[in-house]
């Protein structure tokens, strides 16, 4: 099993930028494509971004391109969102999760973790 920890949420203001960490346990995270998605109050759960085993290979939501980047440490078994320019769209509580494979859609992933939330103010 893998157990994740979401950390660096905050508030921020429009155009900031923000880090993101997810840590593992309990399991071998070099196996494992990671992923972030964010869900909103009275929203379904939104694909954000995901990487792949080796973190060679990186996907991001049209919303996100160009602003986020998602990188990994396998060494310290940590995934990261790095967040630039944020929006108020942005608002969201955000969650890891590993799973198999990479994918967009959140039921492939097998383990999640319990949310960082992030607030852009305007």
């Known amino acids: 099993q893998m157990q994740l920890v979401e950390s660096g949420g905050g508030l921020v203001q429009a155009g900031g930028s923000l880090r993101l960490s997810c840590a593992a346990s309990?399991?071998?995270?070099?196996?494992?494509?990671m992923g972030w998605f964010r869900q909103a109050p009275g929203k379904e759960r939104e694909f954000v971004s995901d990487?792949?085993?080796?973190?060679?290979?990186?996907d991001y939501s049209d919303s996100v391109k160009g602003r986020f980047t998602i990188s990994r440490d396998n060494a310290k078994r940590i995934v990261y969102l790095q967040m630039n320019s944020l929006k108020p769209d942005d608002t969201a509580a955000y969650y890891c999760?590993?799973?198999?494979?990479?994918?967009?859609?959140?039921?492939?992933?097998?383990?999640w973790g319990q949310g960082t939330q992030v607030t852009v103010s305007s």
């Open positions: 990487i792949d085993f080796m973190g060679r290979n990186t």
């Open positions: 999760a590993g799973g198999t494979w990479p994918d967009r859609d959140p039921v492939s992933y097998n383990y």
């Open positions: 309990g399991a071998t995270f070099s196996l494992y494509a």
